[in-house]
């Protein structure tokens, strides 16, 4: 059985952590722990390059708290111009894999309170009345009227992700 450790304590994130591993490894063949880490990166990232930042430090403190697992596991999420994405993160001890989710543009009205200097999470929470959104179907389940969720997002961007562990090319690079 592989341990995989989940750089989150987010439900929405480790399950779709745990759909994503089960689907490329067989349902039961991983045990998913989520550690609570810092990303370094401030609490709404704006831009690529600081979501992917963040993916990857989750992963670096995941690592140094859990050195004995099989695989780490970092999502974040942020914004760049008018649109909610995540960054993916996964590693084992000798590979790395990494994709970028699809992108949902934001309304206006939740932009503003983003510019002020609000986190997604939190304007969603307003808008909705449900404080847990985030750790629920997110902004993406609110606009996509249940069609999508974090979830379902994350789950085909972390299979992407695992993409390196699973062909041989990636361990092995052809010359050129």
Request: glycine share 8%; with cysteine; charged share 20%.
């Amino acid at each position: 059985m592989y341990h995989v450790v989940a750089a989150t304590t987010n439900p929405a994130k480790i399950k779709a952590i745990q759909l994503a591993f089960d689907d490329t490894y067989g349902a039961g063949q991983c045990h998913i722990e989520p550690v609570d880490v810092a990303s370094g990166v401030s609490l709404q990232p704006i831009g690529n390059a600081e979501t992917r930042t963040g993916a990857r430090q989750r992963v670096t403190q995941a690592r140094q708290t859990r050195p004995d697992a099989d695989f780490w596991v970092g999502v974040e999420a942020g914004i760049e111009d008018n649109m909610t994405f995540a960054w993916i993160t996964v590693e084992n001890p000798h590979i790395r894999g990494e994709s970028r989710s699809a992108s949902l543009m934001l309304p206006e009205a939740v932009l503003q309170g983003i510019h002020a200097g609000r986190e997604l999470g939190s304007e969603m929470a307003t808008i909705t009345g449900n404080a847990d959104i985030k750790r629920q179907g997110g902004a993406i389940a609110i606009f996509t009227n249940g069609r999508l969720s974090r979830t379902s997002v994350y789950h085909q961007a972390l299979m992407l992700a695992l993409a390196p562990f699973l062909n041989p090319i990636y361990q092995h690079p052809q010359p050129r």
